[in-house]
């Protein structure tokens, strides 16, 4: 399984923008997609998940009601399009894939076996 990321950026608070995840090397019907980001300092946290069955999604507090995460089974893609940035949105922001992670779990960066590489979003004040 390989993960691609892209997109990302500099942006000013308020603004948006959307990082893609383009996955290769499976099915991926039983795997949940998830972003993490990491800032330096700071340990790697949960941002959103998306169960590539069914659909369901998980969201970290801080980005509930302005991050919306989808996926494109046409492209084998997990999209995050992140609305209303802030300056403490700036991380690396990586994709991760993990089968059979359950609902309960997909907060865990444990739980994912595969991982992109990481792309940079800044947001200015």
């Known amino acids: 399984v390989q993960l691609q990321a892209s997109g990302g950026g500099l942006v000013q608070a308020g603004g948006s923008l959307r990082v893609s995840c383009t996955a290769s090397?499976?099915?991926?019907?039983?795997?949940?997609m998830g972003w993490f980001r990491q800032s330096p300092g700071k340990d790697r946290e949960f941002v959103a998940a998306?169960?590539?069955?069914?659909?369901?999604?998980s969201y970290e507090d801080s980005v509930k009601g302005r991050f919306t995460i989808s996926r494109d089974n046409g492209k084998n893609a997990v999209n995050l399009q992140m609305n209303s940035l802030k300056p403490e949105d700036t991380a690396v922001y990586y994709c991760?894939?993990?089968?059979?992670?359950?609902?309960?779990?997909?907060?865990?960066?444990?739980?994912?076996?595969?991982w992109g590489q990481g792309t940079q979003v800044t947001v200015s004040s």
């Open positions: 991760a894939a993990g089968r059979g992670v359950i609902l309960s779990n997909m907060h865990n960066n444990q739980a994912y076996t595969y």
């Open positions: 090397g499976d099915t991926f019907r039983g795997y949940v």
């Open positions: 998306i169960r590539w069955s069914g659909g369901h999604t």
